[in-house]
């Protein structure tokens, strides 16, 4: 899980440097933590 963690953070500095990143480059970032789409992402962080 500390893996998931240090892409996530990784992929969060990218998301906060753009104010409104388009689907495909969310998408691209959620590649990174290891998801297929960024609706994949979502779900997971918000399952707890």
């Known amino acids: 899980m500390k893996h998931l963690h240090i892409d996530l953070h990784k992929a969060w ?3 906060k440097k753009h104010e409104h990143p388009s ?3 969310l998408d691209k970032i959620a590649l990174l933590a290891g998801f297929q789409t960024w609706e994949e992402l979502q779900k997971e962080l ?3």
């Open 23 to 25: 689907k495909e480059a």
């Open 46 to 48: 918000t399952k707890n």
């Open 13 to 15: 500095e990218i998301v």
